[in-house]
């Protein structure tokens, strides 16, 4: 199947710690996209990743890609309060659809 | 400028009923997509179209049908509305029909069926 499936399903952390948060798949990819969900909005695109790119950083994200693994791994640094969101990935093979996991919610606290 | 707008926001009415929802982007993409998120937050594609051709339709019951009148516009309808149709619906857009590039999103349709 060509779904992610992020772990741990829920995280909860302090402001200022980081986060790290980790999705698996089972086919070959293209790219792996990941998405951040604030309550009651829709999906908005944090980072794109290559299957040939290792790694890749936006501001405090950082995403790494191990296909030998078959897992990606998104690092949120210096969390904030306004980082509290679910996070979902999204492996893309050679279809023309995203398929999406159930997310990891992440609650930060103050 | 909104890039990707659903309407309406919030949709309440009665088992039986037909009911449309209608969604603008305004990026110039050439396909928009269709999702429904349940109550687990299971996010789940029902439909994409690339330039008005219909490229993705998984298993969603006949009584949902989407229109692409253009590139910018795709609207859902769904004639005899059923409990289990209760959730958010998401519609998207993105260049070209593959998943090469990000999806942008909508604020998103809460369907509820009584």
């Known amino acids: 199947s060509q779904q992610g499936e992020e772990d741990p399903q829920a995280l909860s952390i302090q402001e200022g710690e980081n986060a790290t948060m980790n999705c698996s798949y089972k086919t070959s990819i293209n790219n792996l996209q990941w998405y951040r969900q604030n309550s009651g909005r829709g999906l908005v695109h944090l980072i794109l990743i290559r299957s040939n790119e290792r790694e890749k950083h936006s501001g405090r994200l950082r995403v790494t890609l191990d296909t030998s693994k078959k897992s990606s791994s998104l690092l949120i640094t210096a969390s904030r309060a306004a980082d509290t969101a679910s996070y979902f990935c999204?492996?893309?093979?050679?279809?023309?659809?995203?398929?999406f996991g159930t997310g990891t919610r992440l609650q930060v606290f103050p | 400028d909104t890039a990707v707008s659903q309407t309406p926001k919030y949709l309440v009415t009665q088992m039986g009923n037909d009911k449309s929802i209608k969604c603008e982007q305004n990026?110039?993409?050439?396909?928009m997509y269709w999702y429904k998120q349940d109550s687990k937050k299971f996010l789940k594609i029902m439909f994409s179209y690339n330039n008005k051709e219909l490229i993705i339709n998984e298993t969603v019951p006949n009584r949902f049908s989407p229109k692409s009148p253009d590139k910018a516009h795709l609207n859902l309808h769904i004639n005899s509305l059923e409990l289990g149709d209760s959730a958010v619906y998401f519609c998207?857009?993105?260049?070209?029909?593959?998943?090469?590039?990000?999806?942008?999103f909508g604020p998103g349709t809460r369907l509820t069926v009584l």
């Open positions: 999204a492996p893309w093979g050679n279809t023309d659809k995203l398929i």
């Open positions: 998207a857009s993105s260049q070209g029909r593959a998943s090469y590039n990000e999806q942008f």
């Open positions: 990026l110039g993409h050439d396909t």
